[in-house]
């Protein structure tokens, strides 16, 4: 359950958010110092807080056990990291942000110094509803995509809760397994610890070679979120890394 930029699966989940040219862009954040950030939501957006320094995750503003030792580079692709803010605390005049961490388990979370990255604001929301194997886009809480997709066995389920786009990864070869596109998220398989030379991180991929054979609508994978092509590509367009991907039951 991990990625690999080729030819192997990787688990997918889904969760993309971006900003599409047709129905909007995403916002450098106005100056936010000494400011509440409004948390993610399906009509308000959310930010996204891309580490322009090393910083350490920890259980509370400026204390507590480090719970993650983020880079500005994302550990698998290398590309510059951004993640998820839930929310943000002023604390003896320093200003903190809560943000929804890559590490096991899911859904963990971490406060770091906001003077360590740059916000951006999106009104993009991706949600995937389990029950009905559809995964939706929203822009300033209207729908404006709806993809049909394949999500885990009841084995290899594929997890509820918060995640974010954690990368957008091109795959070199489109009718490989994974299609052209695999958008890993901040999610990872409660039943794999290991998948493909990863840690089973879960993603939003497309469809190629033998993922063709389980329909749209299924429950087959490994615990990714399978997506058609064209849905996958507008989602590598308009999602960028920290948009928030509701997964419902």
């Known amino acids: 359950?991990?990625?690999?930029?080729?030819?192997?699966?990787?688990?997918?989940?889904?969760?993309?958010?971006?900003?599409?040219?047709?129905?909007?862009?995403?916002?450098?954040?106005?100056?936010?110092?000494?400011?509440?950030?409004?948390?993610?939501?399906?009509?308000?957006?959310?930010?996204?807080?891309?580490?322009?320094?090393?910083?350490?995750?920890?259980?509370?503003?400026?204390?507590?056990?480090?719970?993650?030792?983020?880079?500005?580079?994302?550990?698998?692709?290398?590309?510059?990291q951004a993640l998820l803010v839930l929310e943000s605390r002023t604390v003896k005049g320093r200003d903190w942000l809560k943000v929804l961490l890559p590490v096991r388990p899911s859904g963990s979370f971490g406060w770091i110094p906001r003077n360590r990255v740059v916000l951006r604001h999106s009104n993009l929301w991706v949600e995937i509803r389990k029950k009905n194997r559809w995964l939706l886009a929203f822009w300033n809480g209207r729908r404006i995509r709806r993809y049909r997709i394949v999500i885990g066995t009841r084995a290899t389920p594929t997890p509820a809760g918060l995640a974010a786009i954690y990368e957008r990864n091109r795959q070199p070869d489109p009718e490989e397994f994974l299609g052209p596109w695999s958008l890993p998220l901040t999610a990872f398989s409660p039943t794999l610890k290991s998948f493909g030379g990863g840690p089973g991180r879960v993603a939003i991929h497309g469809r190629g070679g033998e993922s063709y054979l389980d329909p749209l609508g299924s429950a087959a994978s490994h615990g990714c979120i399978r997506v058609s092509n064209r849905g996958v590509r507008w989602l590598a367009l308009h999602a960028g890394p920290g948009t928030p991907v509701m997964i419902r039951n």
């Open 1 to 80: 359950m991990t990625w690999r930029r080729a030819k192997t699966l990787a688990l997918g989940l889904v969760l993309a958010a971006g900003v599409a040219a047709s129905t909007g862009s995403v916002s450098a954040a106005p100056s936010t110092t000494g400011q509440k950030l409004t948390a993610p939501s399906r009509k308000g957006g959310s930010y996204s807080a891309r580490l322009v320094a090393p910083a350490r995750a920890t259980g509370r503003p400026g204390s507590g056990p480090v719970r993650a030792r983020l880079g500005t580079s994302t550990t698998w692709s290398h590309h510059p």
